[in-house]
């Protein structure tokens, strides 16, 4: 099974891919552990990585590539990103989008970072934005097109663990026969 959960920063995705993962044992990969451990290897925080990648588009498709092949390659997992649900396309046997107004994703960064909210919230708008012109560019994504997602979850309605409870019960009731329109992106721009 290859469960895709993708979101906004600081919309739930990591403690809630985590969370679906063990509820099915699974394995979560996170494309954001992978982004930051890329910048940390650099001596960038995530944010000045981010800028780096919009000038640098080998950061961006180095990382999607990679994510795309373990869609391709692997079973038994949560992919975790941003772009995931794009990236795995029908290899997904559900795709998950979480979201949350700015103002509470970025109180949840600012106390996983131990910084200001309004700072983070400001950083959050900025990384969005950066994001929305870079998918748009590179691979004709609108990133802000739920349609290919089989569930969106407005992850400031509940806490974590009534999020977990509605992916659950959605995986266990799923059923793919029938499923259309999940072609995954082509990284090189194309579908």
């Not at 920063?9 to 990969?29: C, M, N, R, W, Y």
């Not at 794009?86 to 949840?108: E, I, T």
Request: proline share 4%; hydrophobic share 35%; no cysteine.
């Amino acid at each position: 099974m290859l469960l895709t959960v993708s979101g906004p920063p600081g919309s739930g995705k990591s403690t809630t891919a985590q969370l679906l993962a063990e509820a099915f044992d699974l394995e979560h990969v996170s494309g954001g552990d992978i982004f930051r451990q890329l910048a940390d290897e650099r001596g960038y925080t995530p944010l000045e990585f981010n800028k780096l990648a919009e000038e640098n588009e080998g950061i961006d498709r180095d990382l999607d590539r990679r994510l795309q092949e373990i869609a391709r390659e692997r079973d038994g997992l949560v992919l975790e990103s941003r772009l995931s649900g794009w990236l795995a396309g029908d290899h997904a046997d559900f795709r998950f989008w979480l979201d949350a107004p700015v103002s509470v994703r970025g109180q949840r960064i600012a106390e996983r970072e131990n910084k200001d909210p309004k700072r983070a919230a400001e950083e959050t708008r900025a990384r969005e934005a950066s994001e929305v012109k870079r998918y748009e560019e590179y691979y004709g994504i609108d990133i802000r097109d739920l349609t290919i997602y089989d569930l969106s979850v407005n992850t400031a309605r509940w806490e974590p663990d009534a999020v977990l409870d509605m992916l659950v019960t959605a995986v266990s009731e799923y059923d793919p026969v029938g499923d259309e329109g999940k072609t995954p992106v082509e990284l090189d721009g194309e579908f």
